[in-house]
């Protein structure tokens, strides 16, 4: 025997106490994160209906989908969505920070009002912005008793319009968020190099646009990231805000997934809008978040 | 970068000076707008919304609204109020943040300070789950649940937030100890400090910051989730649910007052966090964001 050599039992315990410790953490999210993907994938393969079952029938559930009007609006309403979502969030974003870098005064009070809306839930926000939209209690009634007889803002209720009063709420609630990103950005930037640019006689714009702006690429980065993945998974405020409505004009795949899951009895449907969204978010996180990782080992 | 100014100010006219100010002031305005409007119409008498303007002052101020979305509102189909829905939050809150908080904790300690071949890929997994859109996990979530007999309880949802909780905190802490010199802990390792001792003692004093920042994420997320707490509540709701249900009713008058009061009841936790601990929230923002 080599007791002399071998390490005794407490020095190997120290040895495993790390993995040991680890590895409720990391089971649970094999099996809660990544058993459960393949459990919904698996399911997008079968008949499933009430309740899970395991009869096979290959692609049909995707083809069902895909030809579901109710599907298609939500897709499209996604698209809508998510482009208006992101832009204007960015741009009032960036707008915000490049203007409170101004040495204004009173910065102290903005941020934290620009950036409150953050810390509500989204129910929160649509309950707020569902009756402040009302035509008849909110800013259309308003404007009709301050005067404004022919003011009109019934978006709320039209079909077709109805998708950017969503929009609208979104942006109020993350604008903020997006600002306080690019302004950590903006304080990070060297100020000789801009005092340089503007010894050389380039004009505030000119500062801006070719020199400040390329150099928040990283916070430009963050922001799509973020606002596409809360984009993707808006499910809150448009329950809180126009339950899917008006009829359906509201749908997003987030919304479709849960009534043809549980309400319609068509989980293999359902399972299947699931894996698209699932993909759609995974196409932009894998390679973000492995660039991030790469750059932080490197 | 201490001899740089922090702001890129550029100088400019007094016109385009006053048009900035201007403009910040009218974007505060766009902030504050639907958080005024639920204020003054949760103190008002349903008579002078319905038949008055959204954003007067009340003519009569009340607390009835308040007193009702508490205690004596219709939710579903029970005249409870909001009260027994803003425990339930509570009772699911706490113990969430706090068990995912230790794990973040212990699981950025080991990543960073423990480190063994695969740790990136045990990472990487990890980081990932906090990302994926929740919906790809519920109907697997709802047999496991219904199968382990805490389907519609609040234990369940304690686990369902727990679970997919821990990616982010041990993302805060990893990312906050990768900084902490790693000779101290092989220093104290060599005195013979075991794996707790060294965290218990070396790491957790320097810790306050980021569990923090930890502990206001998770709250506050956790606190405003609705998608789990609708798909996994059963009748132990918790309080976004609760509101919903409340504001959706379609049964009777819609007493737009008591749901602005319920509205503010839903957010004041968070808020009062956010007002509290406001520098905390922001960088916990920023480091879920930017981890780079």
């Given at each position: 025997?080599?007791v002399?050599?071998?390490?005794?039992?407490r020095t190997?315990?120290q040895?495993?106490?790390?993995?040991?410790v680890?590895?409720p953490?990391?089971a649970?999210?094999?099996?809660?994160?990544?058993?459960?993907?393949?459990?919904?994938?698996?399911?997008s393969f079968?008949?499933?209906?009430?309740?899970?079952s395991?009869?096979w029938?290959?692609?049909?559930n995707?083809?069902?989908?895909w030809?579901?009007?109710?599907w298609?609006?939500a897709?499209?309403n996604?698209?809508?969505?998510?482009s208006?979502?992101i832009?204007?969030?960015?741009a009032?974003g960036?707008?915000?920070a490049?203007?409170?870098?101004?040495k204004i005064?009173?910065e102290?009070?903005?941020?934290?009002?620009?950036l409150?809306?953050m810390?509500?839930s989204?129910?929160v926000t649509g309950?707020a912005?569902?009756?402040f939209l009302?035509p008849?209690?909110?800013?259309?009634?308003v404007m009709?008793?301050?005067?404004w007889?022919?003011f009109?803002?019934?978006?709320?209720?039209d079909?077709?319009m109805a998708?950017?009063t969503?929009?609208?709420a979104?942006?109020?609630?993350?604008s903020?968020?997006?600002?306080?990103?690019?302004l950590?950005?903006?304080r990070?930037?060297d100020n000789?190099?801009?005092?340089?640019?503007?010894?050389?006689?380039?004009s505030?714009?000119?500062?801006?646009?070719r020199?400040?702006i390329?150099?928040?690429?990283?916070?430009?980065?963050?922001a799509?990231?973020i606002?596409?993945?809360?984009a993707?998974?808006?499910?809150?405020?448009v329950?809180?805000l126009?339950?899917?409505?008006?009829g359906?004009?509201?749908?997003?795949?987030?919304?479709?997934?849960?009534?043809y899951?549980?309400?319609?009895?068509?989980?293999?449907?359902?399972a299947?809008?699931?894996?698209?969204?699932?993909?759609t978010i995974?196409?932009?996180?894998v390679?973000y978040l492995?660039?991030?990782?790469?750059e932080?080992?490197? | 970068?201490?001899a740089v100014?922090?702001d890129?100010?550029?100088?400019?006219g007094?016109v385009?000076?006053?048009?900035i100010?201007?403009?910040?002031?009218l974007f505060a305005?766009f902030?504050?707008?639907?958080?005024?409007v639920?204020?003054v119409?949760?103190?008002?008498?349903?008579?002078?919304i319905?038949?008055?303007?959204m954003m007067?002052l009340?003519?009569?101020?009340t607390?009835?609204?308040w007193?009702?979305a508490w205690?004596t509102?219709?939710?579903?189909?029970?005249?409870t109020?909001?009260?027994?829905?803003?425990?339930?939050s509570i009772?699911?809150?706490?113990?969430a943040v706090v068990?995912s908080?230790?794990?973040?904790?212990?699981?950025g300690?080991i990543l960073t300070?423990w480190?063994?071949?695969?740790?990136?890929w045990?990472?990487?997994?990890?980081?990932?789950?906090?990302?994926?859109p929740f919906q790809?996990?519920?109907i697997p979530?709802?047999?496991?649940?219904?199968?382990?007999?805490?389907?519609?309880?609040?234990?369940g949802l304690v686990?369902v937030?727990v679970v997919?909780?821990i990616g982010?905190?041990?993302?805060y802490f990893?990312n906050?100890?990768?900084?902490?010199?790693t000779?101290?802990v092989?220093?104290?390792?060599i005195?013979g400090?075991g794996f707790f001792?060294?965290f218990?003692?070396?790491?957790l004093?320097?810790?306050?910051?980021?569990?923090?920042v930890s502990i206001i994420?998770q709250?506050?997320?956790?606190?405003n989730d609705f998608?789990f707490?609708a798909s996994f509540?059963?009748?132990?709701?918790?309080?976004t649910?609760?509101?919903n249900n409340l504001?959706?009713?379609s049964?009777g008058?819609k007493?737009?007052?008591?749901?602005?009061?319920?509205?503010?009841?839903?957010a004041?936790p968070?808020l009062?966090?956010?007002?509290?601990?406001?520098?905390?929230f922001?960088?916990?923002?920023?480091?879920g964001?930017?981890?780079?």
């Amino acid at each position: 025997m080599t007791v002399s050599t071998a390490p005794d039992f407490r020095t190997r315990l120290q040895d495993w106490l790390p993995k040991l410790v680890l590895a409720p953490s990391f089971a649970v999210t094999i099996l809660f994160v990544y058993g459960f993907i393949g459990f919904t994938v698996l399911l997008s393969f079968t008949g499933s209906k009430m309740l899970p079952s395991f009869k096979w029938v290959g692609w049909e559930n995707y083809e069902k989908l895909w030809a579901l009007p109710a599907w298609n609006t939500a897709v499209m309403n996604i698209a809508i969505f998510a482009s208006l979502y992101i832009v204007i969030c960015t741009a009032v974003g960036l707008m915000l920070a490049i203007f409170l870098d101004q040495k204004i005064r009173g910065e102290g009070v903005l941020r934290p009002i620009y950036l409150y809306p953050m810390a509500l839930s989204f129910i929160v926000t649509g309950t707020a912005w569902k009756w402040f939209l009302d035509p008849g209690i909110g800013l259309e009634n308003v404007m009709h008793l301050w005067g404004w007889q022919s003011f009109s803002f019934t978006w709320i209720k039209d079909g077709n319009m109805a998708i950017y009063t969503i929009v609208i709420a979104a942006v109020w609630q993350t604008s903020g968020f997006v600002m306080a990103m690019f302004l950590a950005g903006l304080r990070g930037i060297d100020n000789e190099i801009l005092k340089a640019a503007q010894i050389d006689g380039a004009s505030n714009w000119q500062l801006y646009r070719r020199i400040v702006i390329p150099l928040l690429r990283p916070a430009f980065l963050s922001a799509f990231v973020i606002l596409s993945h809360l984009a993707i998974k808006s499910y809150d405020l448009v329950v809180a805000l126009t339950g899917g409505g008006p009829g359906r004009a509201t749908e997003m795949p987030a919304t479709f997934m849960y009534s043809y899951t549980f309400t319609r009895n068509q989980m293999g449907i359902g399972a299947s809008s699931a894996v698209i969204m699932l993909m759609t978010i995974a196409a932009i996180m894998v390679p973000y978040l492995y660039a991030e990782m790469k750059e932080k080992k490197g | 970068m201490s001899a740089v100014t922090q702001d890129t100010a550029v100088s400019m006219g007094r016109v385009t000076r006053a048009l900035i100010y201007l403009l910040l002031l009218l974007f505060a305005l766009f902030y504050l707008l639907p958080l005024y409007v639920m204020g003054v119409n949760s103190v008002k008498p349903l008579a002078e919304i319905t038949g008055g303007n959204m954003m007067a002052l009340p003519e009569v101020w009340t607390l009835d609204p308040w007193r009702s979305a508490w205690s004596t509102a219709q939710i579903g189909v029970e005249p409870t109020g909001l009260k027994p829905y803003f425990l339930n939050s509570i009772l699911m809150v706490v113990p969430a943040v706090v068990i995912s908080t230790i794990m973040g904790a212990l699981n950025g300690y080991i990543l960073t300070k423990w480190r063994f071949r695969g740790d990136t890929w045990v990472f990487g997994l990890m980081l990932f789950s906090c990302f994926i859109p929740f919906q790809i996990v519920l109907i697997p979530m709802a047999v496991v649940l219904g199968k382990l007999g805490l389907a519609g309880s609040v234990p369940g949802l304690v686990l369902v937030h727990v679970v997919y909780g821990i990616g982010f905190t041990t993302l805060y802490f990893r990312n906050y100890y990768a900084t902490f010199p790693t000779e101290l802990v092989r220093a104290a390792q060599i005195d013979g400090a075991g794996f707790f001792q060294i965290f218990w003692r070396i790491l957790l004093p320097v810790s306050g910051p980021i569990a923090v920042v930890s502990i206001i994420w998770q709250f506050t997320n956790i606190w405003n989730d609705f998608l789990f707490g609708a798909s996994f509540g059963g009748t132990n709701q918790p309080m976004t649910v609760a509101l919903n249900n409340l504001v959706q009713s379609s049964t009777g008058v819609k007493e737009y007052n008591v749901h602005f009061a319920g509205a503010i009841l839903a957010a004041l936790p968070t808020l009062l966090v956010y007002i509290v601990a406001g520098r905390y929230f922001v960088r916990g923002l920023m480091a879920g964001s930017v981890k780079g």
